[in-house]
């Protein structure tokens, strides 16, 4: 959609100014709760631009997002629910407004977490499924905090550190490699992971 495209331009530019370690901050947190575009083309651009504080980045931009999902979780837990048990006018607003929030996807990530637990916070965080529904969602349905932080601290992190080191390493000519194939190679790294996990599991 074209206004999406607009709001990444407008992302994109704090890369040419001063104040692009702030912006990265305050976009790594918001995207964790309510804003549509995810903060890793501006992490991109910056570590090009500065490519010794790659790590640096990763690590402020890893610290908003946690950040922010514990904004996204509180959202969930005292605020998305009326007292007779229906949703508050707070969550008819994100429904109607906010891309990526509707009443059944809601009760499907639910689902998912009865099923994955651990497993399904850490993909939302690491590939690129919107991860504001799935921070909110935490809190509306109670999901153990500790787990939750846990989770969200290994895939951002995860997510993060792998961006700014491709190109710590690369530089230039792997940015055009992952601005067009990031998503299924996130996805790719975490079914691996999963399936590592539960192929121990099974062996042991």
């Given at each position: 959609m074209q206004w999406i495209r607009k709001i990444y331009d407008w992302v994109l530019h704090w890369a040419e100014t001063p104040y692009g370690p702030i912006a990265l901050f305050l976009l790594a947190f918001a995207e964790a709760s309510f804003f549509p575009v995810p903060p890793d083309a501006l992490l991109i651009a910056l570590v090009l631009g500065a490519r010794k504080k790659a790590f640096s980045f990763a690590l402020l931009c890893t610290i908003a997002s946690v950040t922010g999902a514990l904004l996204g979780y509180s959202i969930g837990h005292f605020a998305w629910w009326s007292g007779t048990g229906e949703f508050s006018s707070f969550a008819q607003f994100f429904y109607n407004n906010i891309p990526g929030f509707n009443?059944?996807?809601?009760?499907?990530?639910?689902?998912?977490?009865?099923?994955?637990?651990?497993?399904?916070?850490?993909?939302?965080?690491?590939?690129?499924?919107?991860?504001?529904?799935?921070?909110?969602?935490?809190?509306?349905?109670?999901?153990?905090?500790?787990l939750f932080i846990i989770a969200s601290i290994v895939s951002r992190a995860g997510r993060f550190f792998l961006v700014s080191f491709l190109i710590w390493k690369f530089g230039e000519q792997i940015k055009s490699f992952i601005d067009k194939y990031f998503n299924w190679l996130a996805i790719a790294f975490t079914v691996l992971l999963i399936g590592g996990f539960f192929a121990i599991n099974y062996i042991l």
């Open positions: 009443e059944k996807i809601f009760f499907d990530v639910k689902a998912l977490y009865e099923k994955w637990n651990f497993w399904i916070i850490f993909t939302a965080g690491f590939t690129p499924i919107p991860y504001k529904v799935f921070t909110i969602s935490a809190g509306a349905f109670d999901i153990n905090l500790v």
